[in-house]
């Protein structure tokens, strides 16, 4: 197994900070396990105690983190899977899901990042290898309408892979 893009956050409801980590089992992704593992702990360099799964829509992929709005205190996770980029909305306490959600673009293969500027939501992904040699592409997508609001593409900021992995047409950014 291979434990790697371990996520730390604290949760301000609970005082506690919520652990979650990527993982491959035997170098493949469990095939049809719809969760996240978790763990907490009362300070951030631990001991953790691992804590039931978060429970998701999709089927998380190799990209796995969890996000917080800092103008609101709700927590979101972030993971790539079948149905696209996926955000789910986490309950107070960051251990499972409101069952709200959205997934953005397409399947895609690695990477991944999601932050806020200037009331903008922007998700980042790409499809393909980030630890190739040849690199990934790095597609990015907007919302102005909140984190689980509606997303446009806004572009493609490393285009020049050897081979290029993915090409979608520029769209502008949201008004």
């Not at 069952?99 to 499809?127: H, I, P, Q």
Request: glycine share 10%; aromatic share 10%.
């Amino acid at each position: 197994s291979s434990y790697f893009e371990p996520n730390v956050l604290y949760n301000n409801a609970t005082s506690m900070y919520v652990l979650t980590w990527s993982h491959l089992m035997a170098n493949q992704i469990p095939p049809n396990v719809h969760e996240i593992p978790l763990a907490t702990s009362r300070v951030p360099q631990g001991p953790y105690r691992r804590v039931p799964p978060l429970k998701t829509r999709g089927v998380p992929g190799s990209t796995i983190g969890l996000w917080a709005d800092q103008d609101t205190g709700k927590g979101y996770a972030r993971y790539n899977s079948a149905l696209g980029n996926c955000l789910e909305e986490l309950s107070a306490d960051f251990l499972s899901t409101t069952g709200r959600n959205t997934c953005v673009g397409k399947a895609t293969g690695e990477g991944g990042g999601f932050f806020k500027r200037d009331g903008v939501f922007y998700l980042m992904s790409g499809f393909g290898c980030c630890f190739c040699p040849a690199g990934a592409d790095a597609l990015v997508f907007a919302s102005r309408d909140g984190v689980l609001g509606n997303y446009s593409f806004l572009a493609e900021i490393n285009p020049a892979t050897n081979p290029a992995t993915h090409k979608l047409p520029p769209v502008p950014a949201p008004a």
